[in-house]
């Protein structure tokens, strides 16, 4: 004989009122079970995380830094504080990643034309933006 699983919900005045509760087919019932879809589970998903390793590695091929010029935007004229002190730091980084930095020099409006221009220019890494907390 089986008996129904019920959920008892305590009210005020001690009365107790007992609900059965529906058995659920989709879960497994014995720990047997359990264990044997649990251990299916871990190693289908092992392999699948193994499997995309696999195919990621393959795909990606890392690309040496810089392979182009690297440009400066400066938004001041030349021979301003932020174009001497970004001059210097093209000299050395160009020294040290052996590729050319070019400083570009866009003056005018208030910093409003080189910020314009590096807002626009393309997301590669290779063009950088030198300015203060003034121009941004």
Known sequence: ??????????????????????????????????????????????????????????????????????????PWTPGSGTDLMSRMLAQRLSEQVGQQVVVDNRGGAGAIIGTEAAARSLPDGYTMYVGGSVSM
């Open 1 to 74: 004989m089986t008996t129904t699983p019920s959920i008892v919900i305590s009210a005020q005045a001690g009365i107790h009122k007992a609900f059965p509760v529906a058995p659920c087919y989709g879960f497994p019932h014995s720990r047997e079970q359990q264990g044997r879809r649990g251990r299916v589970a871990q190693l289908l998903s092992s392999g699948i995380c193994a499997a995309s390793i696999f195919f990621i590695v393959q795909t990606a091929h890392a690309q040496p830094y810089p392979a182009k010029p690297i440009r400066f935007i400066v």
